[in-house]
């Protein structure tokens, strides 16, 4: 069995997809399933089991001689929510249970964790775990993601093999259900649809124009590409970053979501929301050397291609992967 938690989600829904595509049906979803607006993502997906995710330690116990693997990608994830507890709670403390139960039956784990870790970025944004301790982020979602990795890497018991996962933004399919999370191009398809042009947030920092912010952009199915590879190679544990190396501006995703559609781009601008203006980050870019050097080859998507194929192949039919 493979276990993926947050098997509901935008993330945990692709991989699980992924997983089936290549011949792995004896999957194990873990979520909060009384969240129905999320279930669509897991329609047709071939599952053995649902188990809740205030279950799944004590199932874990009774079942671990069955699990190969964990995919532990079930997070809180709202940067704007300011409620430490919270993130304690579901961030940081059931990862370190599902950490402990991993040491304890020797099972592989990859986890989720977040470019939000690097705050501001102003030490740059290397993989290199030596610079953990140093790390400063900007909101409680970033500081529950960088409590883990930190006291990840200081236990003396750890999985036989473990791998971190630091993602950047990422865009795709199954991630209807977001709402205010949404990637940008989600927010794009549905303003330009519905009022034929798209408001981006405003610069408040002099350095960029409006529109000018920079996000290393990633299609999730590049994402579970690098799960999955993990999954096979079990070698090399460590923190790892997961974007494309390449950063690019909001306006670039704008207008390609505009070009995706056969519509003249229209682009607006409104000011960054006051309760997460003080804590936006400006720019971000995975150095990715870290990740190339244990064997991934693979190319990412371009940004321009990953937005035509999720536009034209799943917004506009309503479709998921």
């Not at 009384?34 to 649902?50: D, I, T």
């Not at 709202?78 to 099972?107: G, I, P």
């Not at 682009?267 to 244990?294: C, G, V």
């Amino acid at each position: 069995m493979i276990i993926v938690t947050g098997a509901a989600g935008f993330i945990g829904s692709c991989l699980v997809s992924r997983l089936n595509a290549d011949g792995f049906n004896d999957v194990v979803a873990v979520d909060n399933f009384s969240a129905e607006k999320k279930m669509p993502n897991l329609q047709g997906k071939h599952l053995r089991e649902f188990v809740d995710r205030n279950e799944f330690v004590d199932w874990l116990d009774k079942h671990h001689e069955a699990v190969e693997f964990i995919f532990h990608l079930g997070a809180r994830t709202d940067t704007a929510e300011q409620d430490k507890a919270v993130f304690d709670l579901l961030n940081l403390n059931y990862s370190k249970q599902m950490w402990q139960a991993c040491v304890r039956y020797q099972l592989p784990l990859v986890y989720a964790s977040s470019a939000a870790t690097y705050g501001s970025g102003t030490l740059g944004y290397s993989d290199d775990e030596a610079l953990l301790p140093l790390l400063r982020p900007l909101n409680p979602y970033g500081d529950s993601k960088n409590d883990f990795d930190n006291w990840a890497v200081q236990q003396p018991e750890k999985p036989f093999f473990w791998a971190g996962l630091k993602f950047f933004n990422v865009y795709g399919p199954n991630e209807y259900h977001k709402g205010r999370m949404a990637s940008v191009i989600f927010h794009t398809f549905q303003q330009v649809q519905r009022t034929g042009s798209m408001e981006l947030f405003r610069s408040h920092n002099p350095k960029y124009a409006d529109g000018e912010q920079m996000r290393d952009f990633i299609y999730v199915r590049d994402l579970t590409d690098v799960c999955v590879f993990l999954m096979h190679h079990r070698r090399n544990s460590g923190i790892y970053n997961l974007g494309t190396g390449e950063a690019r501006t909001f306006l670039d995703l704008a207008l390609n979501t505009f070009a995706a559609l056969d519509k003249t781009a229209d682009i607006k601008f409104k000011d960054t929301p006051e309760d997460i203006r003080d804590t936006y980050q400006y720019f971000t870019q995975a150095e990715m050397q870290k990740l190339r050097s244990i064997g991934y080859a693979r190319p990412f998507t371009r940004l321009e291609d990953g937005i035509s194929e999720y536009v034209r192949d799943f917004l506009l039919p309503g479709a998921y992967l």
